[in-house]
Antibody, heavy 116, light 107 residues
Framework: EVQLGQSGTEVKKPGATVKLSCKVS????????IHWVRQAPGKGLEWMGL????????TYAQNFEGRFTITADMSTDTAYMELSSLRSDDTAIYFC?????????WGQGTLVTVSS | DIQLTQSPSSLSASVGDRVTVTCRAG??????LNWYQQKPGKAPKLVIY???SLQSGVPSRFSGSGSGTDFTLTINTLQPEDFGTYYC?????????FGGGTKVEIK
């Protein structure tokens, strides 16, 4: 069974850094890209970027270049998303997902709350 | 990045109705268009992939059509469990994008 297991809820102050994880099981980690998607409260889905686990190559959406760093660790089949200089408008649920035709699996999401 | 425009943004329909949601891409994306259903507090669930293929386990009342820039999701004989927000998503490029969503409410 394919599973993407994400790390737990985070509460951070403005200006802090947080690192989210997404552990993959049930398929070969290097076979599919891992995407990160953000959903702010009451809003739609926003694609942030992807990592190609085989070589670590990363592509970011234009709105997410700079403060966001996506990585992958083949030794632990885990992808990471680090968010720095957090702002209140970074408050959202962050999903990881593998999306390729019917091979379409999502993590349960990590809620990040940024508040002073 | 490829823009996706969904309409309507919300709709209310009765059980048994036929519901149609449309998604228009800013450029041709062939048939690389997926549809998701999302319920509050949950991850999106794939309903249709590559424009018209029904994901395993999804009821056959869901169907998709279209190619190029114009796509449609149809729910025949709407059921109470079909409430939620539906999103289209293009995978023509690895730089994915999503439509703004259509909230489906049951009257």
């Amino acid at each position: 069974e394919v599973q993407l297991g994400q790390s737990g809820t985070e509460v951070k102050k403005p200006g802090a850094t947080v690192k989210l994880s997404c552990k993959v099981s049930g398929y070969t980690f290097t076979d599919s890209y891992i995407h990160w998607v953000r959903q702010a409260p009451g809003k739609g889905l926003e694609w942030m970027g992807l990592v190609e686990p085989e070589d670590g190559k990363v592509t970011y959406a234009q709105n997410f270049e700079g403060r966001f760093t996506i990585t992958a660790d083949m030794s632990t089949d885990t992808a990471y998303m680090e968010l720095s200089s957090l702002r209140s408008d970074d408050t959202a649920i962050y999903f990881c997902a593998t999306i390729h035709d019917s091979h379409n699996y999502w993590g349960q999401g990590t809620l990040v709350t940024v508040s002073s | 990045d490829i823009q996706l425009t969904q309409s309507p943004s919300s709709l209310s329909a009765s059980v048994g109705d036929r519901v149609t949601v449309t998604c228009r891409a800013g450029q041709s994306i062939s048939r690389y268009l997926n549809w998701y259903q999302q319920k509050p507090g949950k991850a999106p669930k794939l309903v249709i992939y590559t424009a018209s293929s029904l994901q395993s386990g999804v009821p056959s009342r869901f169907s998709g059509s279209g190619s190029g820039t114009d796509f449609t999701l149809t729910i025949n004989t709407l059921q109470p469990e079909d409430f939620g927000t539906y999103y289209c998503q293009q995978s023509y490029t690895a730089r994915l994008s999503f439509g703004g969503g259509t909230k489906v409410e049951i009257k």
